[in-house]
């Protein structure tokens, strides 16, 4: 395993972190088995990784508990990085739709992030939180100005209640609005082989002022690590079911052309010793700008094969040939 610094924290962590969104269920992630979750876990601690992501709004505080159980015991080996922002025990804050059932509100409030931290501190069991991210950047009506949410993120970090402050979701301009407002560490983003319309703007922003960067969805939720076959039909409660209506490169076609493309790997997935997945992470930890990638994670498998890309790296000719293949794949059809 590779660590890298979360930004100017202070801190390390692995560039391999796990992503904890399944683990916490509700109507994307239907039936996790907390067993195996914690199991999960364990076995990828136990191959290198550190960093854990999670926050209060994955399973409405289901995933927080679980990560707590998982890291008891073993709390001076894991960088815990958790969330602000999803508000849903009453009104404040602006309208952000139903989730699971419950109603719940964008709320980048010093009020509602002191009662957040403390609640997330009760549920990882934790005296404090090694990155806390605003989940999602503020909107109207109660666009809580980025100074006044940044104020609060430093006085939490004065009290010892949290060691870094990050962001999640925003946009160039937002993320430079944070960095002017206190001590910003790290970006949460979206990027992938499939989607790389961040490397025109935060990426290099990231790397030129040392913000760390934490990338999900990396693996397009499996379609990056092989496995999706033209075969593969997924369950009626799995969002993926229709997700070609959404994320077009589910479609049989498109899988097609991935696949095709995977196979002409072959070659370096033999010379490296790994899987199509871990060739992927390792891609997206080489670029300019990219410190961390986020794998989620349900099985003992998942944990150990995800950390086995930590201590992949690629030659600069072979991350230059992906790239290649990328831009001849071109757009989904």
């Not at 109507?27 to 209060?56: M, N, Q, W, Y």
């Not at 009506?141 to 979701?169: F, H, W, Y």
């Amino acid at each position: 395993m590779r660590y890298r610094p979360l930004g100017t924290s202070g801190i390390d962590s692995s560039i391999v972190g796990l992503g904890t969104a399944a683990i916490g269920g509700g109507d994307t992630f239907a039936g996790p088995d907390d067993r195996e979750s914690v199991k999960a876990i364990h076995a990828a601690l136990d191959c290198g990784v550190t960093l854990i992501d999670t926050a209060p709004s994955y399973g409405w505080g289901h995933s927080e508990e679980v990560v707590g159980k998982a890291i008891r015991g073993r709390r001076d080996r894991v960088v815990v990085a958790t969330k602000c922002g999803v508000w849903w025990e009453d009104e404040r804050g602006s309208y952000n739709g139903v989730k699971d059932g419950r109603e719940n509100y964008v709320s980048l409030r010093p009020d509602t992030i002191t009662i957040e931290v403390e609640n997330s501190l009760r549920r990882l069991g934790v005296d404090h939180i090694d990155l806390l991210q605003c989940h999602k950047p503020a909107k109207p009506p109660e666009d809580t100005p980025i100074p006044e949410t940044m104020g609060c993120l430093m006085d939490l970090k004065d009290q010892g209640k949290i060691r870094a402050i990050g962001v999640s979701n925003v946009s160039l301009d937002q993320l430079d609005a944070y960095r002017e407002a206190g001590d910003l560490a790290s970006d949460q983003f979206r990027y992938s082989m499939l989607l790389r319309d961040r490397e025109a703007d935060i990426l290099p922003y990231c790397a030129e002022h040392n913000i760390a960067t934490l990338t999900y969805w990396s693996l397009e939720q499996g379609l990056l690590t092989g496995k999706v076959g033209l075969d593969r039909v997924f369950r009626e409660d799995d969002f993926r079911g229709t997700a070609g209506e959404w994320l077009p490169w589910f479609r049989l076609e498109n899988r097609q052309r991935l696949l095709d493309m995977f196979a002409g790997w072959t070659d370096l997935t033999e010379k490296h010793g790994c899987t199509i997945a871990q060739l992927t992470v390792a891609w997206t930890a080489a670029q300019t700008g990219a410190t961390h990638v986020l794998c989620g994670v349900r099985t003992v498998e998942q944990g150990i094969q995800n950390a086995g890309a930590g201590a992949l790296e690629l030659e600069a000719d072979e991350i230059q040939r992906v790239r290649d293949d990328l831009v001849a794949l071109g757009d989904p059809v």
